[in-house]
């Protein structure tokens, strides 16, 4: 099985920052230009600020550019939170589901379980439903279509679909 890696779109990344920048500067514009109360004028500058620093965040995901989703033949890896990644093998995948958020965004969701031997912590939490589920501890991977466009994950799916049921027939995909 060939490597696949999912990253960050730039182009609707490119997007989402135009917009948070368009939107800081008709805040001000609004603020500075329709207001002569000083609290509206801080509240909308405050406002504007907060919008700048989410589209300065923005900027520096896109320019890092770090990989969100690995698909190889050791099974599906989700980094999208680098201090808790997760691998399951494709042993362990249950199913794949693509569906939509909104109008707009597709989820690509990724199902499976990993065993108690597997797991390097386990809180007493943890302990218990892992008894309850036949010492498995059961997750839901997802690609949010927040930074990705609809087809770049319908792409994923559809290359999910030819490729997982070569490995593990069993992964049912809805």
């Given at each position: 099985m060939e490597k696949r890696t999912i990253y960050n779109d730039k182009r609707k990344m490119t997007a989402v920052v135009v917009s948070l920048v368009l939107?800081?500067?008709?805040?001000?514009?609004?603020v500075l230009t329709r207001s002569s109360s000083i609290p509206l004028v801080v509240i909308g500058v405050l406002v504007a600020a907060v919008l700048l620093v989410a589209a300065a965040s923005t900027v520096r995901k896109m320019v890092a550019n770090p990989a969100l989703f690995v698909f190889d033949e050791d099974g599906v890896t989700d980094l999208t939170k680098p201090d808790d990644v997760i691998t399951l093998p494709w042993s362990q995948v249950i199913g794949v589901k693509l569906q939509a958020s909104n109008n707009n965004d597709l989820l690509l969701d990724v199902?499976?379980?990993?065993?108690?031997?597997?797991?390097?912590v386990i809180t007493p939490q943890m302990d218990a439903q892992l008894r309850q589920n036949e010492d498995r501890a059961y997750y839901c991977?997802?690609?949010?279509?927040?930074?990705?466009?609809r087809g770049r994950i319908r792409e994923a799916f559809l290359w999910l679909k030819d490729n997982v049921a070569k490995v593990n027939p069993a992964v049912e995909f809805a």
């Open positions: 939107v800081a500067v008709i805040v001000m514009a609004l199902y499976g379980y990993k065993t108690r031997d597997q797991l390097d991977l997802e690609l949010s279509g927040l930074w990705i466009r």
